[in-house]
């Protein structure tokens, strides 16, 4: 049986970009604050500039950064039937990596990114098939695996997630787990089984809050790495990002110099290329920068996973880059 380092576990989608020129942004402030509104003027036809189709999802899209970084990478997940699917498997096997997948009657995950002028994103995502992984759909005999890399899943999925799990941690699979927005803010409890199971966990600011309140963000390591997870690390945009394994509390600056073009994807980047820093040098600094300059690579782009560097590639980037990292003992 094969031996990969890691097995990602997610949803997979056919993205489309949809670049136009003509829409508006519109600020509503309520007593809640203020939300940004893209507006598209009602009743007629806009033409779009650009189209541009690529495969996303978390669970691909976090496979073709491990891969192109030297690892040896299996995708699970549930495709359908029909051109989409096929066009989802053709990249995939395309970019090495190995498809441990279920096919099904039904739709595969779809997304449309509307983008504007100012790089504003609305995402319309339909998840489709993505939600319905069965654990029949699991060939846990070809589950041979350092790592798991669990993305956000919803529905009869999620529950696939827990009982893979408890299988990580009768096999002696570490697990990483990337929970998104849908799942943090059912809250802790609802995620209790897996996050339990967690040696590292990765989230933005916003999805940490969801989980565990609203805390400096000391508190929020702190009360993180109390469910369970070995270590936890917490991004936030432009802002420092900050981890925490047993011993101290790391933090770091993305760079200032990169221009945003599209965010898409920076999460799966950094949250791949940490874990790959993990595999290869076990060193906590090592895999912040590595995150860092892979997620990089793809806000200066468009498609969530077009520019994702290969290992030299992200090493020369790194040597440009200085990235300096704080840290404190606990």
Same mark, same amino acid.
């Given at each position: ?90 990249? /995939? =096997?395309?970019? &090495?990596? #190995?498809?441990?997948?279920?096919? %099904? @009657?039904? $739709? ?92 590292? /966990? =990765?989230?933005? &600011?916003? #999805?940490?809050?969801?989980?565990? %309140? @609203?805390? $400096? ?114």
């Amino acid at each position: 049986r094969v031996m990969y380092d890691v097995i990602t576990v997610g949803s997979a989608t056919v993205d489309v970009f949809a670049k136009t020129h003509f829409s508006e942004l519109i600020k509503i402030i309520d007593p809640k604050g203020e939300t940004d509104l893209l507006a598209f003027p009602s009743g007629s036809k806009i033409l779009i500039e650009e189209l541009e189709f690529t495969t996303g999802g978390g669970g691909t899209n976090t496979a073709v950064a491990l891969s192109r970084l030297g690892h040896k990478v299996a995708f699970l997940g549930k495709l359908g039937s029909g051109t989409n699917s096929e066009f989802i498997h053709k990249n /995939l =096997v395309k970019e &090495k990596i #190995e498809l441990l997948c279920s096919h %099904g @009657n039904g $739709t595969s995950g779809y997304s449309v990114i509307l983008d504007t002028l100012e790089h504003d994103r609305t995402i319309l995502t339909y998840k489709g098939i993505n939600d319905e992984l069965r654990n029949e759909d699991i060939p846990y005999k070809k589950l041979k695996t350092k790592w798991f890399y669990f993305c956000a899943m919803m529905s009869e999925s999620f529950r696939t997630l827990e009982r893979l799990a408890e299988f990580a941690q009768q096999n002696n699979i570490k697990v990483a787990f990337n929970p998104s927005t849908y799942l943090a803010e059912k809250g802790s409890s609802y995620l209790k089984h897996i996050i339990s199971r967690t040696e590292l /966990l =990765v989230l933005n &600011k916003e #999805e940490a809050c969801l989980l565990v %309140g @609203n805390e $400096t963000i000391e508190g929020l390591l702190f009360k993180l790495k109390s469910l369970g997870p070995k270590i936890v690390a917490i991004t936030d945009g432009k802002k420092d990002l900050y981890v925490i394994d047993n011993r101290y509390i790391y933090s770091a600056k993305p760079s200032s110099s990169v221009k945003v073009i599209d965010a898409t994807g920076a999460g799966d980047a950094f949250a791949a290329s940490f874990l790959s820093g993990i595999l290869r040098k076990n060193d906590i600094e090592f895999a912040i920068k590595l995150g860092i300059v892979n997620a990089q690579s793809v806000i200066a782009h468009y498609g969530a996973k077009n520019i994702l560097l290969t290992f030299n590639e992200a090493m020369k980037e790194m040597k440009k880059l200085k990235i300096k990292i704080h840290k404190k003992k606990i």
